[in-house]
């Protein structure tokens, strides 16, 4: 069965100074992961996804992320944190049989 | 071009009875998911449908079931409501259930409490 870990209930950045959130990952086979992110009361939005290639993978609102294949991590990182990037933020995964399999969240507040 | 939509936004029902929530994927798109997302949790996936077919299942009981229309549109049912059934609904659509790569697009989500 494949599985998201997100360690961390809650990351506090300052407006300006660079995020991440993380996330591990164990799955069978090649893995498909992404982030989305969830604003209060509202469903959730696709960010971005890694699925071959380049392990640095760039997404929308100047999000990316790291994939790292043996420590089977993908990190949601931005260089320059913004107070509207305030939300819960989660990490998924697509093994083999197709189904999307999500993180619990982690709350990221940007502080002005 | 419209995104997913999910009627009703909200709904209370007692418990013991029936629910049905309604989704209309994003166009173009012809597979549609379901997910419950109990609060502080991450979307637990309930079932796939694909060609008005059931193609995956999650870790849900019979009493939730569900149903796809030619034109891809969707239904959740859940009979005899539990306290515990009590979340926010998830739709989400895809093109086709054999590309993994491709994101899943969701919905606002219909929040349901059972009293």
């Known amino acids: 069965a494949q599985s998201v870990a997100q360690p961390e209930d809650q990351v506090n950045v300052a407006e300006g100074n660079p995020l991440t959130v993380k996330c591990t990952y164990s799955v069978s086979g090649n893995p498909y992961l992404f982030w989305y992110v969830q604003y209060p009361n509202r469903g959730l939005q696709f960010l971005l996804k890694?699925?071959?290639?380049?392990?640095l993978v760039k997404g929308s609102y100047g999000f990316e992320a790291e994939f790292n294949k043996s420590q089977t991590s993908f990190h949601l990182k931005k260089p320059s944190a913004l107070v509207s990037d305030s939300a819960l933020y989660f990490c998924?995964?697509?093994?083999?049989?197709?189904?999307?399999?999500f993180g619990k969240g982690t709350m990221l507040l940007v502080s002005p | 071009d419209a995104g997913v939509t999910q009627s009703p936004t909200h709904l209370i029902k007692t418990r013991g009875q029936q629910v049905t929530l309604r989704c209309s994927p994003k166009?173009?798109?012809?597979?549609v998911s379901w997910y419950q997302q109990a609060l502080g949790q991450g979307p637990q996936f309930i079932f796939q449908y694909y060609e008005e077919e059931e193609r995956q299942r999650g870790n849900f009981p019979d009493r939730f079931s569900g149903h796809q229309f030619p034109n891809y549109s969707s239904e959740l049912n859940v009979n005899a409501l539990l306290l515990g059934d009590s979340a926010l609904y998830l739709c989400a659509s895809s093109l086709g259930t054999s590309r993994r790569h491709y994101e899943q697009y969701f919905g606002p989500g219909t929040r349901l409490t059972v009293t």
């Open positions: 998924a995964v697509r093994g083999g049989d197709s189904t999307l399999t």
């Open positions: 890694y699925i071959t290639g380049d392990n």
């Open positions: 166009s173009g798109h012809d597979t």
